[in-house]
């Protein structure tokens, strides 16, 4: 596969985790701060439109909205 395949494999993972649990830009911005990570509603809309974020991204984000697991398929 390649990276943009990847990329849009991630960004689908972690926007149907946001869905799944009707968490939206807005809210992740503020979970996200409550566990210390700072980051702009903006910022975080641009990284999962590309798909470009690093791992830590999305397990800080996955930890931020209570996610304890995440399904690959």
Known sequence: MSDTVWEAK?????????????????QL???LAEIGVVDSEPNIRNKLSRG???A???IQ??????????RLD
Do not use: P, Q
Not at 61 to 70: D, P, R
């Open 10 to 26: 991630v960004k689908g993972l972690l926007k149907g985790e946001l869905k799944r649990r009707n968490v939206s830009y807005g």
């Open 56 to 58: 830590v991204f999305l």
């Open 29 to 31: 911005v503020a979970k």
């Open 52 to 54: 470009k974020f690093t």
């Open 61 to 70: 984000c996955l930890e931020a909205i209570g996610s304890s697991s995440l």
